[in-house]
């Protein structure tokens, strides 16, 4: 069974760094893409960065120049630095990967349990 397992949420003060990291575990047999998305109390799920597996990148407009999404292919795991930390950043960020479990398989979408990201003084 496939899991996309987080970690390094936490509290950040205004202006600080957190690092977040999602390791895709169990059998897989190709990675399309993976991505960080978050949801704030009362809003939807919004995307905040993707790459595929090639290493092209996508960044919500919010987070540009503030976020890095990168990837270890070889480990499966993909990570969101995340500078210049505000406010209005607190969520909840979810990894997110489209994968193929085996050659066979269709690619299919997978969520991790999400991680909660707080930014405060």
């Known amino acids: 069974q496939v899991q996309l397992v987080e970690s390094g949420g936490g509290l950040a003060q205004p202006g600080g760094s957190l690092r977040l990291s999602c390791a895709v575990r169990?059998?897989?047999?190709?990675?399309?893409?993976m991505g960080w998305y978050r949801q704030a109390p009362g809003k939807q799920r919004e995307v905040v960065a993707d790459?595929?597996?090639?290493?092209?990148?996508d960044y919500a407009d919010s987070v540009k120049g503030r976020f890095t999404i990168s990837s270890d292919n070889a480990r499966n795991t993909v990570y969101l630095q995340m500078n210049s930390l505000k406010a209005e950043d607190t969520a909840v960020y979810y990894c997110?990967?489209?994968?193929?479990?085996?050659?066979?398989?269709?690619?299919?979408?997978?969520w991790g349990q999400g991680t909660q990201v707080t930014v405060s003084s």
């Open positions: 790459i595929t597996s090639g290493g092209s990148t």
């Open positions: 997110n990967g489209i994968l193929q479990t085996n050659r066979l398989s269709p690619l299919a979408q997978y």
């Open positions: 169990g059998s897989i047999f190709r990675v399309a893409s």
